[in-house]
């Protein structure tokens, strides 16, 4: 019997879930990750770099340091780099093109801010590396576009970390499963809540640079600008040059699940509407909205809005809602399933199916998985592009004031040229991401 027949085996012999959502015993124990990473050989780990070392970085350096040995780190603050090497054996470099370039390293880990995702990754697949990179996965569409091509070219892995599709109780995985089982009917409606937690500041005024920081390699293709501790680390988030504020930062991981329940992962919205939201106006300050509203037609005549005040996601039919968040996923058609194991059985097959690379519950596991089993990951290159694309839309139509008509095959604004040029944006010369 096939290892996917155990599983739906498996699947058909679970109870039901013990409350409304906290927990899926269909995924717990064997089908989910432990995981038993330590008993693999030595010799059977592949060697780790990580680029981008800060905060997350060195958590997800740390997270693949269970399933691989790490040879190097590389950050352009020194003090980062020295830092996540500590009780390690591992060598501390500046550039990450140093790191790039070693044949010792199979796949890398991508830390970095924002802005500097999409050139590392491209540059790491066609040095030859599996990569695991950090959400959002891009700062423009044309990234995206970029990135897909290249994985294509290459046939190499690429994960990016939005794990609510592997972790959190694999409660989003079963917010999805429920959706494409149309057991909510037509869906009618989407909201995607992002948490309240913008910056909001300035003006900053110029500082010395530190020390350990180059800042000129910092800022990459982003404009020269002077240092302020505001732009750098953390809360380069809150900063347009560096990202897209809240509604990529949490936005890449809550339009995901909505794009994914919707079978719109590998597609997209057709009208975006930002006209709701005001940016702000500080000069040398914050200038990502804090509170955005905005409004999306999805086909099937889907709306979908953006909102802030907490995290969650929450679908609509009409014949029944479900809310989902870290926590649970809650509402009327979750209870029928706790009661009903027929509809159980039904949704937790839905889940294997919507799983197809692996066991859900890790999502470093799920990327080393496809490393050696050259499978597309849960978290691929397209669907990440798409959903992160959504956002960029989002950001698009709240700075030119005005509703957007997007078409998802060509990837292109409909009749708008000046919205068409900030699919992409300019790049310093010397950052330039070349494919």
């Known amino acids: 019997m096939s290892q996917r027949q155990n599983r739906r085996q498996f699947l058909e012999n679970t109870g039901r879930a013990a409350a409304a959502g906290a927990i899926l015993p269909a995924f717990l124990g064997d089908l989910c990750y432990g995981y038993q990473a330590e008993n693999k050989a030595k010799n059977d780990r592949p060697r780790l770099g990580s680029i981008g070392v800060g905060g997350q970085g060195t ?5 693949a340091r269970e399933f691989a040995d790490l040879i190097a780190v590389a950050d352009v603050d020194s003090a980062h780099a020295q830092r996540a090497i500590q009780n390690t054996k591992a060598e501390a470099l500046g550039d990450y093109r140093t790191l790039l370039d ?64 592997s972790e959190n109780s694999l409660v989003f995985l079963r917010a999805v499963a429920t959706v494409r089982s149309g057991q909510l009917g037509k869906i009618q409606k989407v909201t995607v809540s992002l ?26 293709q982003a404009p020269l600008v002077d240092y302020c501790p505001q732009r750098c680390h953390f809360n380069f988030r809150w900063w347009y040059e560096y990202s897209g504020g809240i509604v990529t930062d949490w936005g890449a991981h809550h339009m995901d699940i909505a794009q994914w329940g919707l079978a719109m992962d590998q597609s997209g919205p057709s009208t975006i509407d930002g006209t709701k939201t005001k940016l702000p106006n500080v000069p040398n300050g914050f200038n990502t909205p804090k509170e955005p509203i905005i409004e999306y037609t999805y086909p099937r005549d889907i709306q979908l809005q953006i909102v802030t005040g907490d995290e ?16 649970r996923v809650t509402g009327k058609p979750i209870e029928e399933q706790d009661a009903d194991k027929g509809l159980m059985d039904k949704v937790n097959a839905l889940m294997v199916e919507l799983y197809p690379s692996g066991k859900p519950g ?13 499978k597309s990951p849960i978290s691929d290159a397209v669907s990440q592009h798409r959903s992160v694309s959504a956002c960029h839309l989002g950001n698009i139509a709240v700075r030119l004031q005005r509703k957007l008509e997007w078409d998802p095959v060509k990837e292109v604004f409909v009749g708008d040229d000046e919205a068409n040029k900030m699919i992409s944006r300019a790049q310093r010369e010397g950052f330039e991401i070349n494919t």
């Open 102 to 165: 070693r044949q010792d390293i199979d796949v890398v880990t991508i830390g970095t801010p924002d802005h500097w995702h999409s050139k590392i990754c491209i540059d790491a697949l066609q040095a030859g590396k599996d990569v695991y990179c950090e959400k959002p996965l891009t700062l423009t569409i044309k990234e995206g576009q970029q990135i897909v091509a290249v994985v294509k070219e290459t046939g190499k892995v690429l994960q990016v970390g939005t794990q609510q599709r």
């Open 195 to 220: 948490p309240l937690s913008t910056g909001v500041g300035g003006p900053f005024e110029k500082q010395e640079i530190p020390k350990s920081l180059d800042w000129n390699t910092w800022l990459g």
């Open 362 to 374: 890790n999502h470093m596991a799920n990327f080393f998985e496809c490393v050696k089993s050259r």
């Open 312 to 327: 969650f996601v929450v679908f609509e039919g009409d014949k029944g809602r479900i809310k989902v968040n870290r926590g």
């Open 59 to 63: 958590g997800i350096m740390n997270r």
